[in-house]
């Protein structure tokens, strides 16, 4: 009988690591972050988890920088707009960032969120992506002829309507929510007269 070729398991790295452990973040908090938690969903030995990280902390820095670089990449991504195109950017940009289609992402912000309550580390990280996020958005607004203090509170607005959107059920209030999104929308993306 001929040897079968063995189908060898796929090698966890640190990135594989990562991603558990967002998931857990996203279900469980800073808290369910543990070694033990995270082997198990990959089904793997905590040994595996030693050749990648020191220790928790390790993989704690870890889940942190991922997260703050996928923010910055992601908000420098979406507020990139092609000259004459700056208001159609804004109203993609609204429209991206107030979509509830990505629940566990908006999870994962919330346990950040959470756990630099109690980190001075992670609240650092986090006002670093806030002013990010908010930077990128005036620079889009500004684009759109609004002056700067303008572009300053509308870049503020629109972030306080995003996060306040994803915590909130609108359903039951309206029967039209995509309308009032859009009536939203236009309210934060257009200039005074």
């Known amino acids: 009988m001929e040897n079968a070729p063995h189908k060898s398991r796929s090698q ?14 996203a279900q469980d908090g800073v808290a369910g972050l ?3 938690v995270l ?3 990959l089904k793997v030995t905590k040994g595996s988890f030693y050749w990648h990280f020191k220790d928790r902390q390790d993989l ?8 703050r670089d996928s923010r910055i990449r992601d908000i420098a991504k979406q507020t990139r707009a092609r000259p004459g195109e700056e208001l159609q950017q804004l109203y993609h940009v609204i429209d991206v960032y107030s979509a509830s289609r990505n629940r566990k992402g908006m999870l994962i912000e919330l346990a950040v969120r959470e756990w630099a309550k109690r980190d001075s580390a992670v609240a650092d990280v986090v006002r670093e992506v806030d002013s990010k996020r908010l930077e990128h ?9 609004a002056t700067t203090r303008e572009a300053t509170s ?29 009536d939203i929308a236009d309210l934060i993306a257009k200039a005074r007269d």
Do not use: H, T
């Not at 990135?15 to 857990?24: K, L, P, Y």
């Open 12 to 25: 966890l790295d640190r990135a594989a690591w990562i991603e558990q452990a967002f998931d857990v973040l």
């Open 39 to 41: 082997a198990k969903k």
């Open 60 to 67: 704690l820095d870890g889940v942190l920088e991922a997260w």
């Open 154 to 182: 509308r870049c503020i607005l629109l972030y306080a309507y995003v996060f306040g959107i994803s915590l909130m059920i609108c359903e039951g209030f309206s029967d039209d929510v995509d309308a009032l999104k859009a």
């Open 137 to 145: 958005a005036r620079n889009l607004f500004v684009a759109c002829g």
């Open 34 to 36: 543990r070694v033990e």
